[in-house]
């Protein structure tokens, strides 16, 4: 959870040198326009237009402009999320930085109802993209395969392909279903069955619907399928 402090825009008409100084929230720093040097903590940075730097509660920093310097400074504290942020400076061409920052500034000029809110949203937004740039390009498959049988539980009634779910989870179809074996200890396909007869059961004992209605929610076009489904499996 991100809790807004502070938007501060700064235009700086002659090169300055700014103190060393230190925040108790985090704050991140976009540098519209200008050039110089930076620092924070034990690290030595050059900027540019387009440059981010993110610090943590605490952190010393301070900078030299070299040339005429615009910049937009945000205080916030984060609460719960996923990962903690890690002081860093980032150079990229990646527009949804910059997309996000402009929208940051339209938000607070405009100041229009639930800006704060927005505006925490936007720096969630941004903290992802930080976090995945510092982070390394490869795919995060960890919680895909969770993700997919949420899925499946929730669509069993449904006539689900295998081989669009493997796809769908970022894997071939057989990694799919040895992974999917490891995780449930069932196929995939005995897992959708499975369900399907849990909540035929279910249905059967605590309602007074239509056998053939029952078989139509449990993801059987027919009753005889439906009857023959069931008889096997019981």
């Not at 959870?1 to 008409?13: G, Q, T």
């Not at 034990?42 to 540019?48: G, I, V």
């Not at 390394?136 to 006539?159: V, W």
């Not at 035929?200 to 439906?226: H, R, W």
């Amino acid at each position: 959870m991100i809790s807004l402090e502070y938007v501060w825009i700064r235009n700086y008409e002659t090169p300055r040198t700014i103190a060393v100084h230190q925040h108790s929230c985090f704050e991140f720093i976009y540098y519209l326009k200008g050039s110089g040097k930076g620092f924070y903590a034990d690290t030595d940075y050059s900027y540019e237009a387009g440059t981010f730097v993110l610090l943590r509660p605490n952190t010393q920093h301070g900078e030299t402009h070299e040339t005429l310097t615009s910049m937009i400074s945000i205080g916030f504290q984060v609460q719960n999320f996923f990962e903690e942020p890690q002081n860093c400076v980032l150079k990229s061409e990646n527009s949804v930085f910059f997309d996000t920052v402009q929208n940051i500034r339209h938000e607070f000029k405009n100041k229009l109802p639930f800006y704060k809110q927005k505006i925490e949203i936007l720096l969630e937004l941004l903290l992802t993209e930080i976090l995945r740039a510092t982070s390394g390009s490869e795919p995060e498959k960890k919680n895909s395969l969770d993700y997919t049988i949420s899925y499946i539980k929730e669509y069993f009634m449904a006539n689900l392909d295998l081989h669009q779910l493997a796809k769908s989870a970022g894997y071939c179809d057989d990694q799919f279903r040895v992974l999917f074996r490891k995780k449930t200890g069932s196929s995939p396909k005995n897992f959708i069955l499975d369900l399907r007869l849990n909540a035929a059961k279910k249905m059967l004992a605590d309602t007074e619907n239509e056998l053939s209605d029952i078989a139509v929610k449990c993801g059987y076009e027919y009753y005889s399928q439906f009857s023959l489904f069931f008889k096997k499996k019981t």
